[in-house]
Nanobody, 130 residues
């Protein structure tokens, strides 16, 4: 069972910043793709950003491009992944989930396709007030 340890959620005013962190509990739990998804009340879960942990390629949802940055720190061996969220908006309010999975067999990218990510964290609430 892959376990992902998440931290960093919370409340912030519009225009503020938060940084989310996610790390597999052991290096053996790491998969090639790490991603962030979010789900607002009454809405479907949507992809926010992903990163290929060996190739470094990233993907972003249009709604967060230019405001959010996904990155990784491999120095610890467990490859902690971060989501730096700047210029936050009330519409960014959601439960944020870290996930890990495998890249597309067609082009090797991670993308934001939910069913490619098979292991999920418990989720963290992010609230952005106006």
């Amino acid at each position: 069972q892959v376990q992902l340890v998440e931290s960093g959620g919370g409340s912030v005013q519009a225009g503020g910043s938060l940084r989310l962190s996610c790390a597999p509990s052991t290096a053996a739990n790491r998969r090639e793709c790490m991603g962030w998804f979010r789900q607002a009340p009454g809405k479907a879960r949507e992809g926010v950003a992903s990163i290929h942990t060996t190739g470094g390629g990233t993907t972003y949802a249009d709604s967060v491009k230019g405001r959010f940055t996904i990155s990784q720190d491999s120095g610890s061996g467990n490859s902690t992944v971060y989501l730096q969220m700047n210029s936050l908006k009330p519409e960014d309010t959601a439960m944020y989930y870290c996930a890990t999975g495998t890249p597309s067999v067609l082009d090797g990218t991670c993308g934001l396709v939910r069913n490619r990510f098979k292991y999920w964290g418990q989720g963290m609430q992010v609230n952005v007030s106006s």
